[in-house]
């Protein structure tokens, strides 16, 4: 249970995010306050509109101790839930602000005592999934406590990738951060100067490396909810010399699929047809990714595009992420991945953009380092990618752009045309 990894902790730390930090024991003070108002909603079913991500947390550690349902609702969604008898909205200092909606449906039938999460609808409408707490914090999947740690997770509150960074905080660290994903690093450097973990999508640090002070360190980088190129991880290792860095396959369906943390870019073939430790089980099939459960009998879909290469196996993109060019396929993801590694490109979104004779042309926003010139930029990309790809393949419409756009999970948002 949540609840139980929070009170079973030594008490001496701390959580914050960008704007405010409490001591563990204020912590327990608002949570033990927090308990007898959730418990008088007399609804077993709540949906959390979150405003603020250190009342979110007391208010998730308050619902999970009343073995209660929790619907983490993010921003944008909040009239396509209509699940539970009651809706809060968290505020910050700790503000809890309870509507009654006996007009909504009773709860989720296919959860009890559980928490459910939106994806994040990279390939279609968010759906809801929903996640037992027990299984959530099985604890031979949980790291052991070291004094003197601090944490930092970046990803968006009502994410399951947040969740479960603050379970494994809960349980390794002695202080935890919490940054949303939009929000700069720079913002929380002045109270912290080093972290012995972050976790973050890698968009994140394409985002923030260029404004980590020299003093700035931190000890392990872990990575998740997009493809990674070697080129960016060699970048990571280069310019943060992490002791250890790790890449996570997850997804809010399946949970967490895979690590891989010998700083090479994919997961051995090995890992496939073997059942894991976690239960789930690996297979590509027709280029792509399916997964089979625990407790399933068959293997089930994903929309992760992949290449074999020898040893490894590549996530390269989501089955959306291929456009038809003059009848070739070609995989955004690798596009992306050949122009970010060129001298000079801090990031860059790669789409399709639609074209009456070939069917779709290959565009490019990038955003490039200060003082880079974009005419070598252009003239880089047209040398590599004559050498290394076919003709279908080049960017024929190159814009600069400040900054590439965020979902609410802290991921490239994608163009489409």
């Known amino acids: 249970m949540l ?25 327990r003070e608002v949570v033990d306050t927090f308990t007898p108002q959730i418990e008088a909603i007399e609804a077993s079913c709540i949906r959390i509109f979150t405003r603020c991500e250190l009342t979110t947390i007391a208010l998730l550690i308050a619902v999970s101790r009343l073995n209660k349902t929790a619907v983490l609702v993010p921003e944008g969604l909040e009239a396509e839930s209509t699940y539970g008898q009651a809706i809060i909205y968290t505020h910050p200092d700790f503000v809890l602000e309870v509507v009654r909606d006996d007009q909504a449906e009773p709860g989720t039938e296919q959860v ?19 996640w037992e707490w027990e299984r959530l914090t099985k604890p ?9 740690t601090t944490w930092l997770t970046a990803y968006s509150i009502s994410s399951f990738a947040c969740l479960q960074a603050l ?15 939009t929000v700069p690093l720079q913002e929380v450097l002045e109270g912290c100067q080093h972290f012995d973990k972050v976790l973050s999508t890698p968009t994140f640090w394409r985002r923030n490396l260029s404004f980590t002070q020299t003093a700035f360190t931190v000890k392990a980088v872990t990575l998740g909810g997009e493809p990674i190129p070697q080129s960016f991880i060699d970048l990571l290792v280069e310019r943060l010399a992490p002791e250890k860095l790790t890449h996570i396959y997850a997804s809010t369906e399946f949970g967490s699929v895979y690590s891989v943390s010998d700083q090479r870019a994919g997961f051995p073939v090995r890992l496939l047809e073997q059942d894991r430790s976690n239960g789930n089980t690996l297979r590509v099939k027709e280029d792509f990714l399916w997964i089979k ?23 390269v993109g989501r089955k959306e992420d291929i456009i038809n060019v003059g009848g070739q396929k070609i995989v955004i993801g690798k596009i992306e991945a050949a122009i970010q590694a060129i001298a000079g490109v801090v990031d860059v979104s790669v789409y399709g953009i639609p074209n009456p004779i070939t069917g779709h042309l290959v565009g490019a926003d990038i955003v490039k380092g200060e003082g880079v010139d974009q005419a070598t930029i252009q003239q880089a990309i047209k040398t590599h990618f004559h050498q290394h790809f076919t003709k279908a393949a080049f960017p024929r419409i190159i814009k ?15 163009r489409y045309g």
């Open 167 to 181: 379970i494994f905080g809960l349980a390794a660290a002695e202080n935890l951060y919490f940054l949303k994903p």
């Open 140 to 148: 031979d999947f949980l790291p052991s406590y070291q004094e003197n």
């Open 400 to 414: 600069f752009v400040a900054e590439i756009p965020l979902t609410r999970t802290g991921k490239k948002k994608r």
């Open 112 to 130: 009890q005592k559980g928490i459910v999460f939106f994806t994040s609808g990279t390939t279609g409408k968010p759906k809801p999934v929903s």
């Open 293 to 315: 459960p625990p407790g399933s009998a068959e293997f089930l879909p994903t929309s992760d595009h992949v290449e074999i290469i020898e040893d490894r196996v590549f996530i």
């Open 3 to 27: 609840y139980s990894l929070f009170i079973n902790r030594p008490g001496s730390g701390s959580l914050a995010d960008e704007e405010q930090r409490f001591s563990e024991q204020e912590l």
